[in-house]
């Protein structure tokens, strides 16, 4: 059977008071929307809609980024959430199949929940996600009859006792393309909101003789995000979740709870997180690689057996072979660093690749920007750059070359070769005392004058 997702995103999210639309908001360094689309992925669709309205420019781009056959659709106006679903039939025609309707702002939906409401789809022509709420709040009521869905009733136009009820609307359904579609034309905007409700396709569902149920998750994956609080929330639950997959995997984190993933960090069996580190989007860290405290990681490979930190810097671009330590104070971009090569003090190595089993210097920098361009520095394997050495890129350092400290490397240096540039030595024998007794003596003076 096909698959087809609508998510909503039209929504202004008042509440976020933020230029960003609320759907664009980042967990785990990823939009909320991103989540969204890649949970529904596990329903492997054939089809991809988002529903844009408020921001709808920002949305468009961000949607296409994240995923370039997925469609944007305008809603112009918010008139509700069954309005929404309705401006995606255009962007559906001919497609046969199964619709599901998820939120851009309820981003931690389960693939496991997402097949169980295609499975309930056997024995229902409209399959409802619910849970049982903690708070059930203002979240719209399921009224069941046995296995079937009655009705959904929005808290807004609740009775009391329908208020009392706890199993919730999660807001995402699965239903039959040209069933939504007939459905939704029949739907009227005469309620409390003066909108034209999603879940009153339940009802007219059920006046067509039609089967509805509900599917129950837990109340976690639909989290629903309305402020920054909720935002905060939802990234705790996802960063305690994806320690977890972590700790399944092998991985020791110290202090864990002071340890930030990104939706996509991957760290392999045996590896040892110190406390404080921070994950941006794009990290592999291999197996037995120890991060140590304070570290910030981005865009980058670290490979087995590799030490960084702490208060080490990766970003994008930096490839780290087996065995590497980086150490303290240290900043990697864009540069390989082969197998053994030491970086252990106090340097900046970027738009560079470092040799095999090479040792560079405390304070060594790679001057790699002009103030307009980018050059590369290219260091061969088991060479010694000395302390403090500066590498004015362009500019090659061979295999087992030297640079003494304190050099400022502008030509190249060949193989095997030792590089000094920096000015000679002289020893003024007895000076320093000399210039000592002159000093205190004035010193002196000025105090009785
Ligand atoms: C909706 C459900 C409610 C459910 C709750 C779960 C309806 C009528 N109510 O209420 O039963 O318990 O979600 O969170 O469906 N959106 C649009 N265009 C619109 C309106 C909404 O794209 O015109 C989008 C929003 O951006 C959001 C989602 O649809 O992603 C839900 O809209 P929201 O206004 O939050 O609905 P609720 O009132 O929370
Ligand atoms: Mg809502």
């Not at 989540?35 to 296409?64: N, S």
């Not at 309620?191 to 034209?196: L, M, P």
């Not at 910030?296 to 930190?309: D, F, N, P, T």
Request: glycine share 8%; aromatic share 4%.
């Amino acid at each position: 059977m096909s698959t087809a997702l609508v998510i909503l995103a039209a929504g202004k999210g008042t509440r976020m008071n933020s230029d960003l639309p609320k759907v664009l908001h980042p967990i785990a360094q990823a939009p909320m929307l991103e989540h969204a689309m890649r949970a529904g992925r596990a329903l492997d669709p054939d089809r991809t809609v988002v529903v844009a309205g408020h921001e709808a420019d920002m949305v468009r781009a961000a949607t296409i980024e994240i995923d370039p056959d997925a469609t944007v659709v305008l809603q112009e106006e918010q008139l509700g959430t069954g309005h929404a679903v309705l401006q995606a039939r255009a962007a559906l025609a001919g497609f046969q199949g199964d619709v599901v309707v998820l939120y851009g702002d309820t981003p931690f939906v389960s693939a496991d929940t997402l097949e169980r409401m295609i499975a309930a789809r056997s024995r229902a022509d409209l399959v409802i996600l619910g849970f049982e709420a903690v708070d059930p709040a203002r979240y719209g009521r399921l009224i069941m009859d046995g296995e079937s869905l009655e009705k959904i009733v929005e808290f807004k136009d609740a009775s009391e006792a329908e208020r009392a009820i706890t199993f919730c609307n999660s807001g995402l359904m699965a239903c039959d393309a040209d069933v939504m579609f007939r459905l939704l034309d029949k739907v009227g905007n005469d309620n409390a909101s003066g909108e034209y409700y999603l879940t009153d396709l339940v009802e007219l569902a059920r006046a067509d003789g039609l089967a509805v149920t509900a599917v129950a998750c837990p109340e976690d994956e639909t989290l629903g995000i309305n402020s920054r609080a909720d935002l905060a929330t939802a990234d705790a639950v996802f960063q305690a979740r994806t320690r977890a997959e972590l700790w399944d995997l092998g991985v020791t984190l110290m202090a864990p709870e002071t340890v930030y993933l990104a939706f996509d960090t991957i760290v392999g069996r045996d590896s040892v997180i110190e406390p404080n580190v921070v994950f941006g989007p794009g990290v592999t860290v291999e197996s037995g690689a120890l991060i140590r405290a304070f570290s910030h990681l981005e865009g980058c490979h670290v490979s087995r057996g590799a030490k960084i930190g702490p208060y080490a810097r990766l970003r994008p671009g930096a490839e780290l072979a087996e065995d590497t330590h980086v150490g303290n104070f240290v900043e990697i971009k864009n540069a390989e660093i082969a197998a053994g090569a030491k970086v252990n003090h106090l340097s900046y190595i970027g738009d560079a690749s470092v040799g095999e089993a090479t040792n560079i210097g405390a304070g060594t920098i790679t001057c790699n920007y002009d103030g307009v361009m980018k050059h590369r520095t290219e260091i061969g394997a088991r060479a010694f750059i000395g302390s403090n050495t500066c590498l004015v890129a362009p500019v090659k350092v061979g295999n087992e070359a030297m640079t003494a400290t304190g050099t400022i490397v502008t030509k190249d240096v060949d193989d095997g070769d030792l590089a000094i540039a920096r000015a000679q030595q002289t020893n003024k024998p007895g000076r320093a005392r000399k210039l000592m007794d002159m000093l205190r003596a004035k010193k002196s003076r000025q105090n009785k004058g």
